[in-house]
């Protein structure tokens, strides 16, 4: 008998079988009594087969998801991670896991809380309601996760011919994402009672923290340890670099993973699938930035490491008035020759390094103006140009007291 246990194949017919008992409605506890008896612990790549297997042999992918919770129940603490491959810091996984802690943290936070419900007096039920809200808001955050995983790694599993269980797992995806959206209206909703909460919690509330804290460990101890054997390093750099289109989930990763023995390109491309700009904490399209730029309280001219102007914003109401016939000119030739000896002792003060910001303010047309030139330095502080910033600031300086209520202002 133990040559038959030790014996793939035994094992995952065996699996097949108790999975198709949960199938036919034998109780979850029986089978879980009989996988610990006859299987003890499953090497998790034979679980991903046997899912691969079933769905093969005709049984319905939403069948398949239906019992996806149970069967997943039932494999807990049972699955075999001893030949799981180590995880870099930093590494896409490692990233996934991170969130995974702190999901399951405000998950169990937000359990905390409705556990608490009956204790809570009517008078403080909206300050209650809106800390719950608050809690169900932050987890929503799952669905960047659940992107990353659809978007990025699915894809080369798929490749790799192993297609059911990213499709059970993308529709557990979509239906964690409805039951919080569910919870997070029935919390927004104006005349919240706690009745309506009682009414929920069973059928909506509690499944929806469970469902996302039981996807976090089918990740932990069935998909990340298959992916890591399935994807390779490029597989995950690729990933790695389409990681912060998607952003993260309550988690900020510290390391930026970088392959060992990798080359990177001399020129990064900064262009997303879609076209947008990327950089190292978001990405938008041309227009996007061009009205973000636009729309900034205050004037801005780049001058390039060659002191030649390169780009000045297209505010609404500029300070100092620019055309576009300045561009690529020398910014000596800008300003007033009575003022150039200072401009000559900005540039070398920040090309040497032995300055990084000049302020300076002037009153005009009765108007309080603060200039401002910023040296602009690369991450090994080589010199990339000076960015100057002009901004009329007679409205800031008669400000006093607070404003809490919010006004609009006319324009």
Same mark, same amino acid.
């Given at each position: 008998m133990?040559?038959?246990?030790?014996?793939?194949?035994?094992?995952?017919?065996?699996? !097949?079988?108790?999975? #198709? %008992? &949960?199938?036919?409605?034998?109780?979850?506890?029986?089978v879980r009594h009989q996988l610990i008896e006859s299987?003890?612990?499953?090497?998790?790549?034979?679980?991903?087969?046997?899912?691969?297997?079933l769905i093969a042999e005709g049984l319905p992918e939403t069948e398949v998801l239906k019992l996806c919770d149970v069967h997943g129940a039932v494999l807990e603490g049972n699955v075999d991670l001893s030949g799981a491959k180590a995880i870099p810091e930093g590494h896409p996984v490692d990233v996934f896991q991170k969130e995974n802690s702190e999901l399951r943290k405000v998950a169990g936070l937000a359990k905390q809380q409705l556990d608490d419900l009956p204790n809570v007096e009517l008078a403080d039920? !909206?300050?209650?309601? #809106? %800390? &719950?809200?608050?809690?169900?808001?932050?987890?929503?955050?799952?669905?960047?996760?659940?992107?990353?995983k659809e978007y990025l790694v699915f894809p080369y599993l798929e490749k790799n011919e192993i297609t059911g269980p990213p499709k059970v797992m993308w529709g557990k995806h979509d239906e964690i994402r409805e039951q919080l959206k569910g919870c997070i209206e029935i919390l927004k909703a104006p005349e919240l009672k706690p009745e309506d909460l009682y009414d929920s919690l069973e059928f909506l509330f509690y499944p929806s923290l469970q469902g996302l804290v039981d996807m976090t460990k089918k990740e932990e101890e069935i998909l990340f340890p298959m992916t890591m054997d399935v994807l390779t390093t490029e597989d995950w750099w690729n990933i790695h670099k389409q990681t912060l289109e998607y952003g993260f989930a309550l988690y900020d990763p510290v390391v930026d993973w970088k392959p060992d023995g990798l080359v990177e390109e001399t020129t990064e491309n900064t262009l997303t699938s879609d076209g947008n700009i990327q950089l190292p904490s978001g990405s938008f399209s041309t227009e996007e930035i061009k009205a973000i730029l636009n729309t900034v309280p205050f004037d801005m001219t780049f001058v390039d490491k060659n002191d030649k102007v390169k780009y000045f914003t297209q505010g609404k109401e500029r300070i100092f008035a620019r055309s576009r016939s300045i561009i690529n000119r020398d910014v000596r030739l800008c300003h007033p020759p009575g003022s150039t000896h200072i401009v000559e002792k900005i540039l070398e003060d920040f090309k040497s390094g032995k300055a990084s910001h000049a302020p300076f303010w002037i009153q005009m047309k009765g108007k309080f103006i603060k200039i401002e030139y910023y040296a602009l330095r690369d991450e090994q502080g080589d010199y990339l140009g000076t960015l100057e910033v002009s901004q009329d600031l007679s409205e800031n300086r008669s400000l006093e007291g607070e404003r809490r209520i919010l006004s609009y202002t006319e324009e």
């Open positions: 133990s040559e038959l246990i030790n014996n793939s194949k035994y094992r995952k017919e065996q699996l !097949k079988e108790l999975i #198709l %008992k &949960l199938h036919q409605g034998e109780s979850a506890e029986n299987l003890k612990n499953i090497p998790y790549g034979e679980v991903v087969e046997v899912e691969q297997e039920f !909206k300050t209650y309601a #809106l %800390k &719950l809200e608050s809690l169900f808001n932050q987890l929503m955050d799952v669905d960047k996760h659940y992107q990353r």
